[in-house]
């Protein structure tokens, strides 16, 4: 961001208005002319490192957000839009992009809401009817953290931890005492393809023997929530305005399992352990009986003001590339967002050495570096002759936060990082020998006198 100009100017406006200060008084809180905010506001000058400081500290505004709230998404988020083939004959290249974002922030905003609205093309397909595109929408739009979710469930915690260090049995006993609801472990052949079942009948929250400890622990964590935490997950979920069922239930499950692993991992012991520990992802799983894909979760919901973790992406894939979770938190990731994923990157590798952890600097199109981490994880419930299944979970988070990471040690973050992009038809990148298409909205180049690198090759910029 520090190499960067960044206009952001709409944001400072915003930010203005809701403090309900005229930019005379904002400009004496910041130490600086009103004069110069004028310029700022209105994108005619990049808001500075100093500046941001002073915006951090006086209002206790997160500076990362400044990146997240750019118009449309930001500068790739736009282009993403605009490689759609109905603007091929437009030419729009980078500078003119830039150009239009910070002399018209509010009217690419628009231009991307009605883009995605419409659904049109293939680089920012709308979410429409899709009650998994409106959720993982709903959830961007919070950024992954909820927090009357995670101070209920920290004081939770803290009430559980009161009498028995034993997490699960602490919740058992909960349930049991308050909410007259017995945990019965029942073997395979009763519940041959149910993991968890509330029979409200018999009074009992059944969970299958398939499920480990840290599983276990979940699970009766879920039920909890689902029953303490109804008033804020309610509120949430009407909020959310989805109206429609499928997408209600689907938000309601995802902060049921938020209030769960926050139950699990409450906010400021978990932050604690993450400092203290470099965010060693194995330490952290043993220290709070956790799994990896809890953990790897749990990382991207750190943005409680005045405690904020690092700002971590996730994104769970399987051998097809296909993704059942995203979660770009408070990173804004492209990598995270976009539909396409690129090979090269060691997210896909991971599948090669099952439970190893990969760890691989990589570097965008734009010159943006993450140090990220994958590794495979398999569902619980899995059974040796049936059909079984396997994903990759990777995380990351930008270069310019990984210094302080376990895994970092011994890598040169400043040094070759792996080249990739996000998908083939939104890489630009040329001479590339794993494209498996041209980049939407450019045309293929066909020499039949030379054959280079890449079996095919398009017409540059």
């Given at each position: 961001m520090a190499e960067r100009k960044l206009m952001a100017g709409h944001v400072v406006r915003r930010l203005r208005r809701q403090q309900a200060l005229s930019q005379a008084a904002m400009a004496e809180m910041l130490a600086i002319s009103p004069s110069y905010l004028n310029l700022v506001e209105r994108n005619q000058r990049p808001v500075s490192a100093t500046l941001l400081v002073k915006l951090a500290e006086t209002f206790d505004f997160d500076p990362r957000s400044l990146m997240a709230a750019e118009p449309g998404g930001g500068r790739d988020a736009m282009r993403r839009r605009l490689a759609d083939p109905m603007f091929a004959d437009l030419e729009i290249d980078r500078n003119e992009l830039e150009e239009w974002l910070a002399a018209a922030p509010g009217g690419a905003e628009a231009f991307a809401r009605a883009f995605d609205r419409m659904g049109q093309g293939t680089a920012a397909a709308a979410p429409g009817d899709d009650p998994v595109a409106l959720v993982r929408r709903e959830i961007g739009r919070w950024r992954n953290h909820f927090p009357d979710l995670d101070a209920a469930a920290e004081a939770l915690a803290d009430e559980l931890r009161l009498g028995t260090g034993d997490l699960y049995g602490a919740i058992s006993e909960r349930l049991r005492v308050k909410h007259s609801l017995a945990i019965r472990i029942l073997p395979v052949d009763v519940?041959?393809?149910?993991?968890?079942?509330?029979?409200?009948?018999?009074?009992?929250?059944?969970?299958?023997?398939?499920?480990?400890?840290?599983?276990?622990?979940?699970?009766?964590?879920?039920?909890?929530?689902?029953?303490?935490?109804?008033?804020?997950?309610?509120?949430?979920?009407?909020?959310?305005?989805?109206g429609q069922i499928a997408a209600d239930r689907l938000f309601r499950r995802h902060l049921a399992s938020y209030f769960a692993a926050a139950v699990m991992m409450p906010y400021a012991r978990f932050l604690r352990a993450c400092e203290a520990t470099g965010y060693d992802i194995e330490l952290l799983q043993r220290r709070f009986g956790a799994g990896f894909e809890h953990v790897a979760h749990r990382l991207t919901t750190l943005q409680r003001v005045g405690a904020r973790g690092l700002p971590f992406f996730m994104i769970r894939v399987d051998r097809a590339g296909q993704s059942s979770k995203r979660y770009a938190g408070a990173s804004g990731a492209a990598l995270v967002e976009a539909e396409g994923r690129c090979p090269l990157w060691h997210l896909h590798h991971a599948f090669d050495r099952p439970g190893h952890l990969a760890v691989q600097l990589v570097e965008l199109e734009d010159g943006e570096r993450w140090l990220t981490m994958a590794r495979t994880v398999t569902p619980q419930g899995q059974r040796y002759g049936l059909v079984s299944a396997e994903f990759a979970v990777g995380?990351?988070?930008?270069?310019?936060?990984?210094?302080?990471?376990?895994?970092?040690?011994?890598?040169?973050?400043?040094?070759?990082?792996?080249?990739?992009?996000?998908g083939c038809r939104q890489c630009f990148r040329q001479d590339c020998p794993q494209r498996a298409a041209a980049p939407a909205g450019r045309a293929l180049t066909i020499n039949e006198r030379e054959r280079r690198v890449s079996a095919l090759t398009f017409a540059g910029d």
């Open positions: 519940m041959p393809d149910v993991l968890r079942r509330l029979d409200l009948h018999a009074r009992q929250l059944q969970l299958s023997e398939l499920l480990d400890p840290a599983s276990r622990t979940f699970a009766a964590a879920f039920q909890l929530a689902l029953i303490e935490a109804r008033g804020e997950i309610d509120a949430l979920v009407a909020g959310a305005g989805f995380i990351g988070v930008a270069v310019e936060h990984a210094g302080t990471l376990t895994v970092a040690r011994g890598f040169n973050l400043a040094g070759p990082a792996m080249p990739i992009g996000l």
